[in-house]
């Protein structure tokens, strides 16, 4: 079970296009996904919380204009790179909170998509 | 603020043991620990409430010092398939959220 698909796993775009990452839970229902970037050999950097049905929290430093997430329903996040630009190149990963009764919760990842923006 | 993971790489022979450390400055809910292979997702190994409970299976285990607000992963005799990137998620407040701060990773890598 917890099972987290990512669509699509690579992606190769030019500078100035946008670009949508899908993140789908596929045996549960998930009303809080997360959103990482992460860089070759360093940890995975929380980008942004996606919550079911309301507007998502971003970290510190994150552009909200430029990263769009939409959490539609409670089995599916999305994030819109708009105006990629090669610094966005990065490998981004979502994850799904699975809730273990009302005392912890687990994330489960997708497996990443590749972004190069050439 | 990220926890402190130590070290940061290890080199096993199969067989060996290997301890992995993290630490927070922050009083923690609860530690998550994933191990990352390359080009793949972080998998979940196991989350340690506080309460300082220790929890494992087969030869993973891990550890919650809860005054000391650290927790440490312990891999007995490692298997070639124990390769990759430890990463530990800390989780602090009431935990009620889910967010997780993540340390800087332990790289582990097993040879033959």
């Known amino acids: 079970g917890a099972v987290v698909s990512q669509h699509p796993s690579r992606v190769i775009c030019k500078s100035g296009t946008s670009v949508k990452i899908e993140c789908r839970s596929l045996d549960f229902q998930a009303t809080t996904m997360f959103w990482y970037r992460q860089f070759p050999k360093q940890s995975l950097m929380l980008m942004a919380t996606?919550?079911?049905?309301?507007?998502?929290?971003?970290e510190q430093g994150v552009e909200k204009d430029k990263f769009l997430i939409n959490h539609a329903s409670l089995t599916l996040s999305t994030l819109t790179v708009t105006s990629a630009h090669p610094e966005d190149s990065s490998f981004y990963i979502c994850?799904?909170?699975?809730?273990?009764?009302?005392?912890?919760?687990?994330?489960?990842f997708g497996p990443g998509t590749r972004l190069t923006v050439t | 603020q990220q926890p402190v993971q130590s070290p940061q790489a290890v080199i096993l022979r199969e067989g060996e043991d290997a301890v992995i450390n993290c630490s927070s400055s922050k009083a923690l809910y609860s530690v998550h620990w994933y191990r990352q292979k390359h080009g793949e997702a972080p998998v979940f190994l196991m989350i340690l409430l506080k309460g300082g409970e220790q929890k494992g299976h087969d030869k993973i285990s891990a550890s919650f010092n809860e005054k000391k607000q650290q927790s440490s992963l312990y891999l007995t005799a490692s298997q070639l398939s124990y390769s990759g990137t430890y990463f530990c998620?800390?989780?602090?407040?009431?935990?009620?959220?889910?967010?997780?701060?993540f340390g800087q990773g332990t790289t582990l890598q097993v040879k033959p």
């Open positions: 996606s919550n079911e049905g309301s507007k998502a929290t971003y």
């Open positions: 998620g800390t989780e602090s407040g009431s935990g009620n959220t889910g967010k997780l701060i």
């Open positions: 994850s799904a909170l699975f809730r273990q009764g009302r005392t912890s919760s687990e994330q489960y």
